[in-house]
């Protein structure tokens, strides 16, 4: 059973940048598709980033494209979430997501395709 832990969540003020990070307990994360999730207060859970195992690609939200990065640290076997020109619409607890081997391209923003979660960590964006 693999565990996944956040961490990086926090406060900060529009226009502001934070870094999420996403540890795994075991396995090697580069056997495993990961993804971003996330969900504000109210709201459904929405993907936000994911990247395909072994190397592959990454795929973003509409909404996030061109301010977030996804990335991975294999020595480290931790995933990151770089966040930057934050709104106040990124408010939401952010979760990472796994799935050991491939999720074809036109699943990977679905969250019924990862079988591993974190607990989230919440982002707050305000003033």
């Given at each position: 059973?693999?565990?996944?832990?956040?961490?990086?969540?926090?406060?900060?003020?529009?226009?502001?940048?934070?870094?999420?990070?996403?540890?795994?307990?075991?396995?090697?994360?580069?056997?495993?598709?990961?993804?971003?999730?996330?969900?504000?207060?109210?709201?459904?859970r929405e993907?936000?980033?994911?990247?395909?195992?072994?190397?592959?690609?990454?795929?973003?939200?509409?909404?996030v494209k061109?301010?977030?990065?996804?990335?991975?640290?294999?020595?480290?076997?931790?995933?990151?979430?770089?966040?930057?020109?934050?709104?106040?619409?990124?408010?939401?607890?952010?979760?990472?997501?796994?799935?050991?081997?491939?999720?074809?391209?036109?699943q990977l923003?679905?969250?019924?395709?990862?079988?591993?979660?974190?607990?989230?960590?919440?982002?707050?964006?305000?003033?």
């Amino acid at each position: 059973q693999v565990q996944l832990v956040e961490s990086g969540g926090g406060l900060v003020q529009p226009g502001g940048s934070l870094r999420l990070s996403c540890s795994a307990s075991e396995g090697t994360l580069r056997d495993f598709t990961m993804g971003w999730f996330r969900q504000a207060p109210g709201k459904e859970r929405e993907f936000v980033a994911a990247s395909r195992h072994r190397g592959g690609t990454t795929n973003y939200a509409d909404s996030v494209k061109g301010r977030f990065t996804i990335s991975r640290d294999n020595a480290k076997n931790t995933l990151h979430l770089q966040m930057t020109s934050l709104h106040r619409d990124d408010t939401a607890t952010y979760y990472c997501a796994a799935r050991e081997g491939a999720i074809i391209l036109s699943q990977l923003q679905n969250s019924g395709m990862y079988n591993y979660w974190g607990q989230g960590t919440r982002v707050t964006v305000s003033s």
